[in-house]
């Protein structure tokens, strides 16, 4: 693939925002147009003495906000694009995602401390084979760490041998 080409952007319908969110990351990454969602600042003005090289690099600079931007509404569902179309800014569209659909702080741990529980309660059945039974586990505690929870591997090893059955 060569710079100009690339996969089209992962597709958001309003549900499991983080796992898209870390995939359109990488995606406007690959692109050198994360920096504009994080700096929503435009590049300064160039001066009167520009070279030609200059000129040219501060014109790509100046289309990085638009062609991020367009690439945020193209990765969207229309539901989710009818909350954002009024924005002008990548920094803002993401933002304004974010806060909508990443369920803030409050949300966030209520969500970490529902799959703790689901996590200490989960035990291996009779007619479960150790790999569905850590399968289960590793489904939990990656969900956890979408949220942003760290979560030591000794942990897990602990919940394998409590959950094993005598």
């Known amino acids: 693939m060569t710079s100009t080409e690339t996969s089209p952007p992962p597709h958001f319908n309003g549900e499991n925002f983080h796992v898209w969110a870390i995939k359109m990351r990488a995606h406007l990454k690959a692109l050198s147009w ?30 990085k906000k638009p062609k991020a931007i367009a690439c945020l509404f193209s990765a969207v569902s229309d539901r989710v694009f009818s909350r954002i179309m009024n924005f002008e800014s990548p920094k803002v569209v993401w933002e304004k995602l974010k806060e909508e659909f990443d369920g803030g702080v409050r949300s966030r741990k209520m969500k970490i401390l529902r799959l703790k529980s689901e996590f200490a309660l989960l035990r291996m059945q009779k007619n479960e084979s150790v790999k569905d039974y850590t399968s289960k586990l590793s489904d939990v505690i990656n969900k956890m760490r979408l949220l942003g929870e760290d979560f030591p591997e000794s942990r897990v090893v602990e919940q394998i041998l409590i959950g094993l059955p005598s």
Not at 44 to 57: E, H, I, K, M, Y
Request: hydrophobic share 25%; no cysteine.
């Open 34 to 63: 994360w920096d504009v969602i994080m700096d929503d600042n435009d590049p300064p003005p160039l001066g009167d003495t520009a070279t030609l090289n200059q000129s040219r690099r501060h014109k790509e600079d100046k289309a």
